[in-house]
């Protein structure tokens, strides 16, 4: 069973920046795209941000600017640099990866927390 470890999740005054990072088991394979989704408390999940294995990006209009994700397809790992933080992103931070084959792994989650 592949399995998602992340890390780099905490509490941040507005204006500052976190570095999250999410890790693949060595049994997930043919990764295509990994990415980051997030929710608030009394909302639905939403993409944050996706990297597909060549390296193209899309992100969520919120975040345009202020976050960066990348990859190492050697090391099947993706990270999300979290610049200029808001409140409104405080949520819980979840790592998923799909694979050529349709499969939809996701993170155990990350919580995030923008406040003074």
């Known amino acids: 069973q592949g399995q998602l470890v992340e890390s780099g999740g905490g509490l941040v005054q507005p204006g500052g920046s976190l570095r999250l990072s999410c890790a693949a088991s060595?049994?997930?394979?043919?990764?295509?795209?990994m990415g980051w989704y997030r929710q608030a408390p009394g909302n639905q999940r939403e993409l944050v941000a996706t990297i597909t294995t060549g390296g193209s990006t899309n992100y969520e209009d919120s975040v345009k600017g202020r976050f960066a994700i990348s990859r190492d397809n050697a090391k099947n790992t993706v990270h999300l640099q979290m610049n200029s933080l808001k409140p409104e992103d405080t949520a819980v931070y979840y790592c998923n990866v799909k694979t050529w084959q349709l499969r939809n792994y996701w993170g155990q989650g990350t919580q995030v927390t923008v406040s003074s």
């Open positions: 060595g049994s997930i394979f043919g990764i295509s795209s």
